[in-house]
């Protein structure tokens, strides 16, 4: 069976759709999503660094849609393995674990991988929206799509835009 | 330059210090160390469960002598990755990785990898005490001695006893 090594913020959590919530809440400024192509988070959003540190960013995050069925699938079908960049973020180890538990319950403890970098995570299949981690891996590469990622080409990956995607191709 | 992945629990981490402290405290009960050969640490400690479940259990553990010494002379010669079961117990997340800036500041958050099973991270050398650790491991294996590991044959791997050993063979 192969393995999938499945990203959190940005493939299975929403977290673009949580950073603006915030900044509305935070500024009253509302974030046009053309405004935030090809930008990173940090530069996309003004409050970016007090947000992602705060309280309870992970653990309200909403879902990306079609993710809990599309997990589900791909658990039922494959070794799956959820990678998060979680270490940065003392906080959020436990909300995003507490988080898995709640939307996705057939994931189990013995699958989570929460870490700084994940190069050293081996698996046939990566879905990440970050090309830092999908550059070096050296199986499938499958980029789901944020702002962030929008311009870059598609050379040395599969895109994404919806979990329904990647239930047909996997 | 080569990857080590370090383990905690039993390697950088007393646990077992940790759990004879507490035994006593809860019970009275003083564990000589030969009664805990050849068991599993849930095999030795009556209330294994309850206070590997409690708040501090791995933010007050003690260090291995010699732990940050030799970790820091890894840290100069070798990529370490310190990989750490932790996400059956989702207060241990915080915790270790609080324990580790405290007692091991030269260790950064990208160096830390916190799991459920360890066998699909990759290097080229691994340091850990559980043998279901090592035995899938692809590199050299460096068992470290622990009362539950004892008894195991030496026949798979390098054992050391000290943080001294481990210094002197890398």
Redesign the interface.
């Known amino acids: 069976m192969k ?1 999938v090594l499945v990203d959190m913020d940005g493939v299975l959590a929403d977290v673009y759709a949580q950073f603006i919530r915030l900044e509305k809440e935070e500024s009253g400024l509302v974030l046009m999503p053309g405004l935030l192509s090809g930008k990173t988070e940090a530069e996309a959003f003004p409050h970016y660094k007090k947000h992602v540190n705060s309280a309870g960013f992970f653990r309200t995050a909403p879902l990306i849609p079609g993710s809990v069925e599309g997990l589900k699938y791909l658990n039922d079908e494959y070794n799956v ?1 959820i990678v998060s960049s ?3 973020y ?2 959020s ?2 909300e995003k ?2 988080w898995l538990n709640e939307f996705y319950p057939f994931i ?10 994940k190069d ?4 046939d299949i990566i879905i990440d929206d970050h090309p830092k981690n999908l550059n070096n891996f050296k199986g499938q590469r499958i980029i789901f799509t944020q702002p962030h990622n929008i311009n870059l080409p598609d050379t040395t990956w599969h895109r994404v835009t919806t979990w329904q995607e990647i239930v047909e191709i996997l």
């Open positions: 393995q393995l979680a270490t940065e003392p906080d180890l436990k674990l507490e189990s403890w013995q699958q989570m991988i929460f870490c700084g970098k050293s995570i081996q698996g």
